[in-house]
């Protein structure tokens, strides 16, 4: 009986990672909108490091694992080197970071791909009291770009501008860093969001699977790019997966 039940546990686990797998091959369509085989034949993002400065980033979830470098805590020090995730929620670092670099390894090489799943992520945690710090943002654009990262994300931070987050980026532009930041969440302000307000930086709103423009998405004409953001499946701090 023993040797049954062990079997049919067994047959279980087995049954679940194949569902899991599936629900995960399938939720991936920002991947099948932008024919991400044929970009895959230029670049898979060899050589290149992306810094991501947000709630830091969970190096061992499985589909990061050897993805993820040692990085600095710039806010209040919870993200340790950038490799624990300190945010709320289900991780926003960790959520980003999967977007980037995602090597699908988890469910046998059956899990969540990122854009440039051979590309390096480089973390840095900038979150006091539960959100990310204008100086703690700045102090870690400037250590970024001092470690000659190819690009870096950086979150939305409200409509109120700070010289010194402003002064950071322009020194992170200067030295040919792609600065990315996506948009506000209130289409109805009347000012826009920073960073992705600063000139130069790669300002990105969000569209649905149809290509329509998110309705909570901020507008105005320093828009850059627009690029999948709803319904889409990310890793999550946790070691699983969401949906947002």
């Not at 599936?22 to 290149?48: F, M, N, T, Y």
Request: net charge negative.
């Amino acid at each position: 009986r023993a040797s049954f039940a062990i079997c049919v546990a067994a047959m279980l686990v087995a049954a679940t990672n194949r569902v899991g797998a599936q629900a995960v091959h399938d939720a991936q369509w920002p991947l099948q909108s932008v024919d991400v085989e044929k970009i895959w034949q230029v670049s898979r993002g060899e050589q290149i490091t992306v810094a991501v400065i947000d709630s830091g980033v969970d190096a061992s979830h499985p589909d990061l694992a050897g993805q993820v470098q040692r990085g600095a805590d710039f806010g209040d020090g919870s993200s340790g080197d950038g490799t624990h995730d300190a945010g709320g929620g289900r991780g926003h670092g960790t959520q980003v970071a999967s977007l980037i670099a995602a090597t699908g390894a988890n469910f046998g090489g059956d899990g969540l791909y990122g854009l440039a799943p051979e590309a390096q992520i480089l973390p840095f945690g900038v979150y006091r009291n539960g959100v990310p710090d204008p100086s703690a943002v700045a102090e870690a654009v400037r250590a970024a770009a001092g470690r000659h990262v190819q690009a870096m994300v950086i979150p939305a931070m409200g409509t109120t501008a700070d010289p010194e987050l402003e002064s950071a980026v322009r020194y992170a532009i200067d030295r040919d860093v792609v600065v990315v930041s996506g948009v506000g969440a209130d289409p109805d302000s009347a000012e826009p969001a920073f960073p992705a307000a600063i000139p130069g930086v790669v300002a990105v709103t969000a569209v649905d699977r149809n290509g329509q423009v998110w309705p909570q998405a901020e507008r105005g004409p320093h828009i850059v790019l627009a690029a999948p953001g709803v319904e889409i499946l990310v890793a999550a701090s946790d070691g699983t997966y969401w949906t947002g």
